[in-house]
Nanobody
Framework: QAQLVESGGGLVQTGESLNLSCAAS????????INWFRQAPGKEREGVLC????????FYEDSVKDRFTISRDNAEKMVFLQMNSLSPEDTADYYC???????????????WGKGTPVTVSA
C-alpha cells in the first residue's frame, strides 16, 4: 500500500526553524516527484515547493524561496523540508504528496500524507 507519512511539525516562535520529514513506503519512490503543500485555516491548499525525481527544485510560493530547502534521500525513501526564519504567515498544515511530476495543483498528485501541523507564534 502506497503511503506517505509526515513528521516534524510543531509550535515555534517567529524566526525559528523546523525540519519536516516525509517518509514513503509501498511504491517506487525514486520515480516520483515529491511536492509539499500547505493549508492554512480557512484557506485552500496551496503548493509550496517540489523536488523532482532528478533532484530539481521548483518553488511555487515566492515567500519561501530564500527560507525553505527541500532534499530527498532515495535510499531511505525520505524527503526533508528545512524551514528557516518562520513567520506567522507560515502557519498551516503541511502535506507531502507524490506525483509523476512537479505541480502546484493538488489534482495532479497520486499519493498524499495526512499532514503535520506547523504553528508559528508572533
Amino acid at each position: 500500500q502506497a503511503q506517505l507519512v509526515e513528521s516534524g511539525g510543531g509550535l515555534v516562535q517567529t524566526g525559528e526553524s523546523l525540519n519536516l520529514s516525509c517518509a514513503a513506503s509501498g511504491f517506487t519512490f525514486s520515480l516520483y516527484a515529491i511536492n509539499w503543500f500547505r493549508q492554512a485555516p480557512g484557506k485552500e491548499r496551496e503548493g509550496v515547493l517540489c523536488i523532482s525525481n532528478s533532484d530539481g527544485t521548483t518553488f511555487y510560493e515566492d515567500s519561501v524561496k530564500d527560507r525553505f530547502t527541500i532534499s530527498r534521500d532515495n535510499a531511505e525513501k525520505m524527503v526533508f523540508l528545512q524551514m528557516n526564519s518562520l513567520s506567522p504567515e507560515d502557519t498551516a498544515d503541511y502535506y507531502c504528496a507524490a506525483g509523476g511530476w512537479c505541480s502546484e495543483s493538488p489534482a495532479d498528485m497520486n499519493i498524499w500524507g495526512k499532514g503535520t501541523p506547523v504553528t508559528v507564534s508572533a
